[in-house]
């Protein structure tokens, strides 16, 4: 079954000059063969250069080796990319903090302004959905930031699950955030939320939150859920919750007591937003001295070797 979709369909005025897609990508959805979404965020906002390119070229051949095509999605220069060069990659992680962090909404702008733009989980989940790709993967989604009591600062990753039907394999909710409040908004939202061999749920850096994961199993269901997400026409995602390898689990203590130390610089120095994230992360890489960054590579790499399965499963559908 031909599954790959009319990008003029989609971005409507757009058009595909506004698009581009690689000819691995188009000839993958073409062929019916697994492709992953990956987020370009994780380059230009989550780690430092050069480890974020290195980290962005080994988990493309993660992907490869698995036996499925990576499609890094970002824009650059008001084009929408569907599959990245090493040009693009190395142009994402130089530039760094300057290129635009995109969600559903500043996709817009920018293109409209020609812009370099990475996409976050909700910015990518969405072009992923477009073009017709099923999988995503990630190092951990957004979602309710602590003291949303007093702010209302809830990811746009989770409303984007709500609505829209992609995979998402993931490390967890990042562990700076309200992970109880989180899944609870996922469920009001409708998004099935499976962890891979493990009953709580992952807390990004490390194998366990305190939380009870909704559903549990193995690679194998994981990717039952999602066709029969699919065959049903059930418009919500679907969070594959696969938790950090024990051996590179960083120390719950020193996580701990570096996001403590990180949040509290984040509220006196008025940190808040989409700058968040990328302050807290950095801020929890330094005090941690390095064993957060260290954690994100491998949670990361493994969770590209689980999506890479999936897609390759998920495309035998038909």
Do not use: W
């Amino acid at each position: 079954m031909n599954r790959v979709r009319t990008l003029t369909e989609h971005f409507g005025k757009l058009g595909e000059n506004n698009v581009v897609m690689t000819d691995e990508v188009r000839n993958a959805l073409q062929n019916g063969k697994g492709v992953v979404a990956l987020e370009s965020t994780i380059i230009s906002h989550g780690m430092p250069y050069p480890q974020n390119v290195h980290t962005a070229k080994k988990v493309e051949q993660v992907v490869r080796e698995g036996g499925a095509v990576p499609a890094t999605i970002a824009i650059l220069n008001g084009v929408i990319h569907v599959g990245l060069t090493d040009d693009n990659l190395e142009l994402l992680g130089k530039t760094g903090l300057a290129v635009m962090k995109c969600s559903r909404r500043d996709m817009a702008y920018c293109v409209a302004s020609k812009s370099h733009g990475a996409t976050t989980v909700s910015g990518t989940m969405l072009v992923a959905s477009m073009v017709g790709i099923d999988i995503f993967v990630t190092g951990g989604i957004g979602g309710v930031h602590k003291g949303v009591t007093d702010t209302m600062d809830i990811s746009a990753d989770l409303e984007e699950l709500g609505r829209t039907r992609v995979a998402v394999v993931c490390a967890g909710v990042k562990s700076i955030l309200d992970i109880p409040r989180t899944l609870e908004y996922l469920e009001t939202k409708g998004v099935p939320v499976m962890t891979i061999e493990e009953k709580e749920f992952p807390a990004f850096f490390t194998r366990h939150s305190g939380c009870q994961s909704q559903l549990t199993g193995s690679v194998l269901n994981a990717s039952e859920l999602i066709k029969s997400q699919i065959s049903l026409g059930i418009q919500t995602g679907v969070i594959i919750a696969n938790p950090i390898p024990v051996a590179t689990e960083a120390s719950v203590s020193v996580i701990n007591t570096a996001t403590a130390k990180a949040l509290q610089e984040a509220a006196e120095q008025g940190v808040s937003g989409k700058d968040a994230t990328p302050f807290l992360l950095d801020r929890i890489n330094r005090i941690s001295d390095g064993k957060s960054l260290e954690a994100n590579i491998a949670l990361v790499l493994n969770n590209a070797k689980v999506g890479a399965e999936l897609a390759c499963r998920v495309a035998r559908r038909s």
